[in-house]
Every structure is written in structure tokens, then in C-alpha cells.
């Protein structure tokens, strides 16, 4: 069982970028799938969520209207498609799994406690 966000960069403000998680060993869409993000010195936070049951997508507050979400089930992948990034946006990206069929939220973001298993990071650094 393997997750793996890739599709970081070194991003200007105001640009774009895709991160995909990809699964090995596993369906993903078996599960509920969240986006997560960790700048340094600070907590992780829940950016977005998908449950397995609905499809329903959740978005933090920062990003909602910049961040989607979406799945590509042929490839066995999720996506987060970043529009006008901002340098708040700088951190390592990760995506997670999570066996329950609903994103369990806490003030509205994904908790990062209810996801079990991880991916590594892709980077993402917003900067002029």
C-alpha cells in the first residue's frame, strides 16, 4: 500500500499548479481522501476533503474558490488543482487515506487525526 502526492514546484503569486496523488496497491477511490499541508514551523491543516460515500467535497476556508478537487478513477489517482497561489500557500502537500466513508471535519477542515495513512510530500513554494 503506497500514496504518493507529486506535482510540487516553485510557483510565482497568482499562478497554477496540479498535485496528484497517486495509489499503488490499492483503489483509492475505496476510500475517503484528503489534502493536507504543512508549512514550516507549524501545524498540519486539512485543505480538503472527499468522501468516499457522496463524492462531497470539502474545502478549508483559504482555499475555497482556489483549490479543487477532483478524482481521475481510470488512473487510479486524485487531484488538487491550485489556482492563484499565494505565498501563504508555501508548504509540503501530502495526501492521505481515510477508511471511514465520510471526511470527518473538524471547524469545517479535514482532521488530520482520522486519516491513517500517508504519502510523502511534494513541495510547493509560492514566491516571486
Known amino acids: 500500500v503506497q500514496l504518493q502526492a507529486s506535482g510540487g514546484g516553485l510557483v510565482q503569486p497568482g499562478g497554477s499548479l496540479t498535485l496528484s496523488c497517486t495509489a499503488s496497491?490499492?483503489?483509492?477511490?475505496?476510500?475517503?481522501i484528503g489534502w493536507f499541508r504543512q508549512a514550516p514551523g507549524k501545524e498540519r491543516e486539512g485543505v480538503s476533503c472527499?468522501?468516499?460515500?457522496?463524492?462531497?467535497?470539502y474545502y478549508a476556508d483559504s482555499v475555497k474558490g482556489r483549490f479543487t478537487m477532483s478524482k481521475d478513477s481510470a488512473k487510479n489517482m486524485v487531484n488538487l488543482q491550485i489556482n492563484r497561489l499565494e505565498p501563504e500557500d508555501t508548504a509540503t502537500y501530502y495526501c492521505?487515506?481515510?477508511?471511514?466513508?465520510?471526511?470527518?471535519?473538524?471547524?469545517?477542515?479535514?482532521?488530520?487525526?482520522?486519516?491513517?495513512?500517508w504519502g510523502q510530500g511534494t513541495q510547493v513554494t509560492v514566491s516571486s
Open positions: 492521505a487515506i481515510d477508511d471511514y466513508g465520510f471526511c470527518t471535519l473538524v471547524a469545517g477542515i479535514p482532521d488530520p487525526l482520522s486519516f491513517g495513512s
Open positions: 496497491g490499492f483503489t483509492l477511490e475505496d476510500y475517503t
Open positions: 472527499i468522501s468516499r460515500s457522496d463524492d462531497r467535497t
